[in-house]
């Protein structure tokens, strides 16, 4: 039988990896330019630390790690016999999978407190593993790449985190949308019509404006159990139009009556106003209908989309007041995001944007033609790996059209042919196969040509 890999994760062939590890280098890259630093988390934590951090559906999503050894001693069999699984799953199991980067980095932090200078700021790119059901676009393995700051709670972090978005999508080629929102905004929204108890209906509601338009999200208000007079208040919020700047001063002015929402749109224009300082690529939005984890942030709420392929977002992220109060230390603030590598991967394959040293590993491959000559090759080999030219050489002396054959299959632009006239002169015959071009050189000239090509 042809042996196979478990539904929901993936073998990803050397060129994939040429592809994704050059989305992960770009992202690791400009985290490390503002001043991120590294962490890694083991891919299994205690249960006691993930369960109840998700919700119970995040729960039934966690993966779990049998017991090894006797994993039944201790077991109530009567649970067994009922095969009651929700009860026994701890009494066999001590350990679980990561779910996701954040619950691990908050304990982390609580566990490593004296350790750790505040501000603290980490970044991760590792994979997460949950017992979903496998469907286009979701996986049970994939990897997170976050970036967070915590211990501060000044909205320069937010400007930061904001350039740090728009220089990785400068450098990948995408053309984003930024979207922005405040938790503090949709709360004085949720205030000012009066039904601040139903601010999650509101933001599940309105979050669909741009699939079903006003008419359809005002219908579900009202199924909610919205009042036909709160729907009415609504309207004029979400009939705001023109600039950045003048629907902030709308905003402002409709929700003068709220102090929270008023503080909302404060810290919005701080941010917006720090960031449009600095200059910007992306297009910057404010978007009132954005509500990102709602449970979870508690300022600003951060989206990005891109602008040339129909794809869900592709970052997110926000500010939260309390991550690690789940583990016994309350009010530590902080603000993070995540990038989306699947979505990004996905984008950059749909728009074709992957630079060539993205799509090999070796930029030249040296024919073999005999005992000498690969002798000789391999020494002009040393030289160029080096100076940073990853080059190899065909194992086998085998027919040249064989030879070349691999060469194309594997996309290595560059073949050097080392034969007898080029091994007196000390050089090799170096051809693009892009081109077809051929020229004669010495191996410090080789590496001039390529060298940052």
């Known amino acids: 039988m042809k042996p196979s890999i478990p539904k929901g994760t993936r073998d990803f062939s050397p060129a994939e ?18 001043g991120y630093n590294p962490i890694e988390t083991p891919a299994m934590e205690n249960l006691s630390t993930l369960m109840g951090k998700y919700g119970e559906e995040g729960d039934k999503l966690l993966f779990k790690i049998l017991n090894s050894g006797d994993f039944l001693r201790g077991v109530d069999m009567g649970l067994v016999e009922e095969g009651n699984c929700p009860r026994l799953a701890p009494q066999l199991c001590e350990k679980g999978l990561r779910y996701d980067l954040t619950v691990p980095f908050a304990r982390y932090v609580v566990q490593h407190r004296n350790e750790l200078q505040m501000p603290f700021k980490r970044y991760q790119i590792q994979p997460v593993w949950r017992a979903d059901r496998p469907q286009k676009g979701r996986y049970r393995e994939f990897y997170q790449c976050d970036a967070d700051v915590v211990g501060s709670d000044s909205l320069l972090n937010e400007v930061e985190l904001l350039q740090l978005i728009d220089e990785v999508f400068r450098r ?5 949308v930024l979207k922005l929102n405040n938790r503090k905004v949709l709360a004085g929204i949720a205030e000012l019509i009066g039904a601040p108890e139903k601010i999650v209906d509101i933001t599940v509601a309105i979050d669909k404006i741009d699939k079903i338009g006003i008419a359809n999200v005002n219908a579900e208000l009202l199924e909610r159990g919205l009042s036909e007079d709160a729907v009415k208040a609504l309207q004029p919020i979400l009939e705001i139009k023109g600039s950045l700047a003048e629907r902030l001063q709308q905003l402002e002015v409709l929700l003068a009556s709220s102090e929270t929402g008023s503080l909302g749109v404060k810290e919005l224009r701080e941010v917006t106003e ?9 297009e910057l939005d404010l978007d009132v209908s954005l509500a990102r984890g709602l449970n979870y942030y508690t300022g600003t709420i951060i989206e990005v989309k891109a602008k040339d392929v129909e794809i869900g977002s592709i970052t997110g992220g926000g500010r939260y007041d309390n991550l690690t109060g789940v583990f016994g230390m309350p009010g530590l603030s902080g603000v993070g995001i995540s990038f989306g590598a699947d979505r990004i991967y996905d984008v950059l394959n749909t728009l074709d944007l992957y630079p060539a040293e993205a799509r090999t590993a070796t930029q030249v ?67 693009d196969m892009a081109t077809g071009e051929q020229t004669v050189v010495t191996p410090a000239e080789a590496v001039s040509l390529l060298v940052g090509r």
Request: proline content about 2%; glycine content about 8%; overall charge positive.
């Open 172 to 176: 990948l080629r995408i053309r984003i």
């Open 17 to 34: 990896m040429a592809r994704r590890n050059y989305i992960f280098n770009t992202i690791r890259v400009v985290f490390g330019l503002f």
């Open 365 to 431: 491959m040296f024919v073999n033609f005999g005992a000498a000559e690969a002798a000789a090759s391999m020494k002009m080999i040393k030289e160029l790996r080096a100076a940073g030219v990853s080059a190899e050489i065909y194992p086998d002396s085998a027919k040249m059209k064989k030879q070349m054959a691999y060469a194309n299959a594997t996309g290595v632009p560059f073949v050097a042919m080392v034969g007898e006239s080029e091994m007196a002169q000390g050089k090799m015959a170096l051809k």
């Open 274 to 282: 720090g960031v449009e300082a600095l200059g910007l690529e992306a």
